[in-house]
């Protein structure tokens, strides 16, 4: 089956830096990639997804790339806030199973004022 | 309301109780599923139904016990739980089971068994 590593499991950066989360995953069939957002005592929330013909997508300050041959993708935050702080989930799955994702272990991001 | 609701929030429990778990989606979804969330672990998905059929069970113990009564409707029976079971429950669905695109999940139940 699927095997998704998720890096860094914490991350602390400082108001208006970039942060950066990595995913590498095992099972070259998989085409859909998205992450979740999960802050504090709330339930986790998509935020972007790409799929496999697509290498970037950006959404404001968010943007997610994707390295097919490799088998890693992406998740970066730019000019980052508070509000950014949150458990953040990479995810993968197969074209007939979307809710079916095999979820990376979450990244514990803190931005600092 | 709109969006997926679970109830109760919070829930304590003997191993010898039987408690449900109870979660409602308003989005006209057809698929719905069950993860367990614990510290420190990824989401692990243990059940799916589609069209209020069970299409997957993730070798879960037969103490979980799904029930699917309806597409809006999704239930988790526990009885006999193990302390090692104590976890958030998410419940979530998404259009369909076979297609691509976001899962919508509840707050999630926690679970903490004694």
């Known amino acids: 089956g699927e095997n998704v590593e998720q890096h860094p499991s914490t991350l602390s950066v400082q108001e208006g830096d970039s942060a950066v989360i990595k995913c590498t995953y095992s099972d070259s069939a998989s085409n859909y990639f998205p992450w979740y957002k999960q802050e504090l005592g709330k339930r986790p929330q998509l935020i972007i997804d790409?799929?496999?013909?697509?290498g970037e997508k950006k959404d404001q300050r968010i943007a997610v790339t994707l390295n097919k041959t490799a088998k890693h993708f992406s998740l970066h935050i730019t000019e980052t806030q508070p509000e950014d702080s949150a458990v953040y989930f990479c995810a993968a799955s197969k074209d007939t199973n979307a809710g079916k994702s095999t979820f990376g272990d979450g990244t514990t991001l803190t931005v600092k004022p | 309301e709109t969006g997926v609701t679970q109830t109760p929030r919070h829930l304590v429990m003997g191993m010898t109780n039987k408690k449900s778990l109870k979660c409602e989606q308003h989005l006209g979804h057809n698929a719905m599923y069950w993860y367990k969330q614990s510290a420190k672990k990824p989401l692990e998905l243990m059940f799916v139904y589609s069209l209020e059929e069970r299409v997957e069970n993730n070798s879960v113990p037969s103490r979980f016990s799904p029930e699917c009564p309806n597409s809006s409707h999704l239930f988790l029976h526990l009885h006999t739980l193990q302390p090692e079971d104590s976890a958030l429950y998410l419940c979530?669905?998404?259009?369909?089971?076979?297609?691509?695109?976001?899962?919508?999940f509840g707050e999630g139940s926690r679970l903490t068994v004694l």
């Open positions: 790409i799929r496999s013909n697509v």
């Open positions: 979530a669905s998404s259009q369909d089971e076979g297609t691509t695109g976001e899962l919508f």
